[in-house]
């Protein structure tokens, strides 16, 4: 991460912190429990907000290999979600059927509406694509197809079944 500074119009000093990507270490897989991690598993995530210092907003760059799902079918109640493609294609799964993206698509899902919703490379080469959301303190993501709620509090996600047993 390198700071590059100048001055304004104004004669203010300004700083901008610039990040080469590549420079990020990407986490692979999912903090699924095992039973629902599968398809998720060799998904590359560069957390890039925290660079930053974000607080209010994630941002993350993800590649997806042939194969890989962003993460099971879910929705949010309380964030917002967008995602951006950055490279290649990936399909888009939520209620209404399924809907190819292509670089330069996007697409978002508001918090509590009930649109269960990820994004799968059916393609034959890598896909990439941004992912922003909101940081609430608190968050439930449910899993339309799957027995599954994950919950977040200030201590981090607890994965549960819908009854409220923990995994």
């Known amino acids: 991460m390198t ?3 100048w001055m304004d119009e104004a004669g203010n000093q300004k700083t901008a912190v610039i990040l080469d990507t590549e420079t990020v270490e990407a986490r692979i897989g999912t903090m699924y429990p095992a039973q629902f991690s599968g398809p998720c598993e060799k998904r590359e995530k560069k957390v890039l907000g925290n660079s930053f210092g974000l607080s209010q907003f994630g941002v993350n760059l993800t590649t997806l290999a042939p194969g890989v799902w962003s993460a099971r ?3 949010h109640s309380n964030e917002d979600e967008f995602v951006y493609v950055v490279e290649g294609e990936l399909v888009l799964i939520d209620d209404d059927g399924e809907h190819v993206l292509t670089k330069g698509m996007c697409a978002g899902f508001p918090a509590g509406d009930e ?3 990820h994004l799968v ?3 034959d080469k890598p896909a990439r694509y941004l992912e922003v ?3 609430m303190p608190t968050e439930t993501a449910h899993y339309p197809d799957d027995d599954l709620i994950a919950k977040k509090t200030t201590d981090g996600f607890v994965f549960t079944n819908r009854k409220g047993k923990a995994y």
């Open 121 to 123: 490379n059916k393609s």
């Open 133 to 135: 959301g909101s940081r």
């Open 3 to 5: 700071k590059t500074a």
């Open 115 to 117: 649109n269960g919703h």
């Open 73 to 75: 079918r879910h929705w």
